[in-house]
């Protein structure tokens, strides 16, 4: 293995980071079912199917509601592989821990049970554990699947107009912005340093030059943030999230607004 293979990998992390960014974005100029609605309606519908899913007590309703998402990506051009590698695999993972000492502590009716380790699996503790995995993928799926199809600057403008406070939608864009200037600018400055280096670098090396890099990278996100704060206010930033589109509703919106609305109340009264 090369004695570079850190600078590498972490360089080629960036370059993942911004290339997946702009798959994002590229997914939101698709001709699909979410594209076609007002973005306000979808952020509504999303999170009434999203507070469906939390009420739910049933896990056959909650399923119901996953397929449903499934079929809001398909319908929306949002690849499943995608969906697959970023958000089911990863929850999977991140929930299944956590679930995991449910299987073991719930108490109820013996589904497995291991003498040697004084352990047993029990049949409660399987549903309770499937229960939060499944409410977790659910929701991960509904609001990825928003993300995709709709543009942040859309997003923010929905929520605004939904009467979110001005402060909370400012902090959503700027720490939308910054993390993609983040990215590039330590993109480069990895670039940069790999460019000029010549022969073999330690790897003590390396993670000194990296702490380096990431006080260096602190330091101008701070005086950059200031600079831009100062800049906006000089041209007249109110805190408003303001666009060139405007939003209208048309029937096929307060059709498919109905639609989410109906779906959310009836899997919460049948889940209940």
Known sequence: MSRHSFLKS?????AQAVSK???S???????GL????????RVIGVFALVVSVIL?????????????????????RVRLGLLAKRV???????????ALPALFLTPGEPLFTAPALHLSISMQGVRTAAFLILRVETAATLTTVLVL??????????????????????????????????IETANQMFESRQSRAVGIVSGSAQRKMTARTAGVLLSKSIELSHEVYLAMLSRGFRGEVRLLTDFRLRPRDYVALTAFVFTSCMAAWIGR
Do not use: N
């Open 88 to 98: 089911w695999l990863v929850v999977l993972g991140f929930s299944g821990v956590i």
């Open 56 to 76: 739910c007590r049933r896990l056959e309703a909650i399923a119901a509601i996953f397929l449903i998402a499934i079929a809001l990506a398909v319908a929306s």
């Open 149 to 182: 199809s709709t543009a942040w600057t859309h997003i923010l403008k929905a929520l605004r107009s939904l009467h979110l406070p001005a402060e909370v939608v400012t902090m959503l864009a700027m720490t939308h912005r910054y993390l993609f200037l983040l």
């Open 25 to 31: 974005e590229h997914a939101t100029t698709q001709k």
């Open 34 to 41: 979410l594209q076609q609605l007002d973005p306000r309606v």
């Open 10 to 14: 972490t360089v080629r992390g960036f």
């Open 21 to 23: 960014a702009l798959q």
